[in-house]
């Protein structure tokens, strides 16, 4: 958009001539229905007029995307299609002096082959396997070869967090940083880390993109992500999906050859994955009516305060949380919950990790992204809809993350097994086999 | 205009809802009951000059039915009588901070509708000759494309009267407290207008500067009485 942009009036005027910025309508009309070139919302629920003062007129504008800045009528969106900030082009950028797996340099080359030759490439890499450093040698390619590139994930905390290592291992380069509410708004980084929803911001703009996380995304729901990503790729360009769960339709898709997909089968530490074991648990929303918790619960929770091992306790729903903590807070005084909308969530989150809390419930907020070193985790009422293959498997890597502390029981406490649930456990074991014949497991 | 979906989380509503009679029969409601439930409004007794709720203010900080704030502007002459009184209809809490923001600065036009009911059941407390909406800088204009006070003035259906013009502009929220009080005269006005009631419209009341130094610039032209008006108390 005009306004985003820092760079001179002028500047986008020479631009624009020598064919580096191309200007489109922000709202065009097809078949007498307006569509949000931004965001690509079609829907008229989300379209309304203003008078504008810029064109005087009754002005269209897209309700979808107003939170990036409001795409009106009158509002032209510029993209880049320019080359990127002048590098040294055929020298390596990378700094890095850490090793990868073998698991990883498989991997590795063959995110660098896709990038070369601009295909699409999945990799299904299991939770812990060390995914970003995967992706440090092809990212070095599309940087030699003069390409830009673009890392999205879903999650805000996720772009801050890769950020700082991606600029530590490429220091020369300019590395873009976008999410709600970030001030970085370079037109021409080679590098751009962004969330999903800020990628609506490009049009044409990358020779690669890899995206991140695709199943926990938005991604699969979300048209308008869809739409996003599309439009933020080159038509000739390379395209890197990482996941730890693939869902249903892409493992098919995969197994049945219409997908091109490497799998990085085994942990950095070379630990197997830790199997989640089935226990029945009976019908524990009735028992909470009567403020009962199963036995088996409380013994799994007393077992590990007695032997001072930390765990996570997964609850599918709030309310069901909130009834929980005050019973099994007689186990123990320091026993907390926490869920998304929990203003306390990270000082909770530090906490456990600096051992104050001894057992932590939480809703599927904490599913991925958070590591505890040695921990048990748990999942009350596995049967419920919330806990997808996907959702499990990422909660049973939660444990065994760390090289000192590799192993760890995960059990998923339930009242009737689930597709779901057996999906999940077969993932897991079928990533074991693998790499256990691939060689990456020595115990 | 029938609204089938909230303006602010987009979320399909039910017409057949009982609580849309909370507001007049025949007004639509433009926001589903859980967005309406976020929103905490003002209630009860409040500062007869501000529109703050008193039970909300340390006793040091008020006297009598006034606060503090109000006072002090009361006994510096300069200001005294200036604006007869504010009516708020909602707190600024961080839910009204993020829709304002997405109505004031992402530029979403429509939630401009968001209050209309609320607004006109307290329009029939409050007697106005002329409502007068706070201008802004041209330059601020165009960032935007619209003004958010003349927005809500023209939802509610009444004509918006620009008696003032801004003299110069200059970004009010950098600067303190008592720079923004002392702050030369920012609006002029071009005509007079003896003897009329003016209804100030603005989004948020937050010092209460910028509403008093419309207020100032009114009644220095005749005005007989100013009040004003705005979604939320800060
Ligand atoms: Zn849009
Ligand atoms: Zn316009
Ligand atoms: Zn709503
Ligand atoms: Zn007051």
Request: hydrophobic share 35%; proline share 5%; net charge positive.
């Amino acid at each position: 958009m005009l306004d985003d942009l820092v760079i001179p009036l002028e500047e986008i005027q020479e631009h624009y001539e020598n064919g580096c910025l191309i200007y489109r309508k922000g709202i065009s009309i097809e078949k007498n229905k307006p569509i949000c070139n931004r965001c690509g919302n079609k829907n008229k629920h989300f379209f309304a007029h203003f008078p504008c003062a810029r064109c005087g007129e009754q002005c269209l504008y897209c309700r979808k995307c107003i939170m990036m800045g409001r795409i009106s009528a009158c509002t032209p969106l510029i993209s880049w299609t320019g080359p990127p900030a002048q590098i040294d082009i055929n020298r390596s950028q990378l700094s890095w002096n850490g090793s990868l797996s073998e698991g990883q340099q498989a991997a590795s080359e063959r995110v660098v082959q896709a990038i070369n030759e601009n295909k699409e490439l999945l990799i299904w890499a299991v939770c812990g396997a060390g995914k970003t450093e995967v992706l440090f040698q092809g990212i070095d390619a599309a940087l030699t070869a003069g390409k830009r590139v673009c890392l999205a994930t879903p999650r805000t905390d996720v772009v801050l967090e890769l950020t700082p290592r991606l600029k530590s291992v490429f220091p020369n380069i300019q590395v873009a940083s976008l999410y709600g509410g970030s001030e970085d708004r370079h037109l021409n980084a080679s590098l751009t880390i962004t969330t999903t929803h800020q990628l609506l911001r490009f049009y044409q703009a990358f020779d690669t993109v890899i995206l991140d996380e695709v199943d926990a995304f938005p991604y699969s729901v979300e048209e308008s992500l869809q739409y996003a990503v599309h439009q933020a790729r080159k038509q000739s360009s390379s395209m890197i999906y990482l996941t730890a769960t693939p869902n249903e339709k892409w493992q098919t898709e995969c197994l049945q050859g219409k997908k091109d997909f490497a799998t990085i089968p085994a942990r950095y530490h070379r630990h197997p994955l830790p199997m989640p074991h089935f226990q029945w648990c009976g019908n524990w929303e009735k028992g909470l009516k009567k403020n009962r918790l199963p036995p088996t619960i409380v013994q799994w929770v007393k077992k590990r305060l007695d032997s001072n091992k930390q765990c996570l306790l997964f609850i599918p729903k709030i309310d069901k949380m909130e009834k929980i903590l005050p019973l099994i807070r007689s186990l123990h005084p320091k026993i907390e919950a926490v869920h998304a909308e929990d203003p306390n969530r990270k000082e909770k989150v530090i906490a456990m990790r600096n051992k104050e809390i001894p057992v932590l419930l939480t809703t599927t907020i904490l599913e991925r992204g958070v590591t505890f070193p040695n921990i048990d985790v748990a999942v009350l009422g596995a049967e419920d809809r919330i806990f997808t293959e996907s959702a499990l498997v990422q909660i049973a890597g939660r444990v065994g993350r760390s090289a000192q502390f590799p192993s760890g029981e995960i059990t998923f406490f339930h009242y009737g097994k689930t597709n779901a649930m057996i999906r999940a456990k077969n993932q897991i074991l079928k990533m074991n086999e693998e790499a256990r014949k691939k060689g990456l497991i020595d115990y | 205009m029938i609204i089938e979906h909230c303006l602010v989380c987009f979320s399909e509503m039910m017409p057949q809802m009982g609580w849309t009679t909370l507001f007049s029969k025949e007004e639509s409601s433009y926001m589903c009951t859980e967005c309406y439930a976020k929103f905490e409004k003002i209630e009860g007794e409040t500062c007869k000059s501000c529109g703050r709720p008193l039970v909300e203010i340390e006793p040091q900080f008020k006297a009598g039915n006034r606060c503090l704030d109000c006072i002090r502007w009361e006994e510096d002459h300069e200001w005294a009588g200036t604006l007869e009184r504010n009516h708020s209809l909602v707190h600024y809490n961080d839910f009204a901070k993020e829709v304002i923001a997405r109505f004031k600065y992402r530029g979403d036009y429509l939630l401009s509708y968001l209050f209309v009911p609320l607004i006109k059941k307290k329009l029939q407390l409050i007697s106005f000759d002329a409502i007068v909406p706070i201008p802004l800088s041209e330059d601020r204009l165009y960032e935007r494309g619209f003004n958010q006070s003349e927005a809500i003035i023209l939802a509610c259906g009444y004509q918006p009267n620009n008696l003032l013009t801004r003299i110069h502009s200059e970004k009010q929220s950098k600067k303190s407290r008592s720079e923004r009080i002392h702050l030369s005269q920012v609006f002029q006005t071009k005509i007079n207008i003896p003897n009329k009631k003016i209804l100030l419209i603005d989004d948020i009341y937050t010092t209460g500067s910028t509403l008093r130094h419309a207020a100032k610039v009114l009644k220095e032209a005749g005005a007989q009485s100013i009040t004003s008006l705005t979604i939320a108390r800060g």
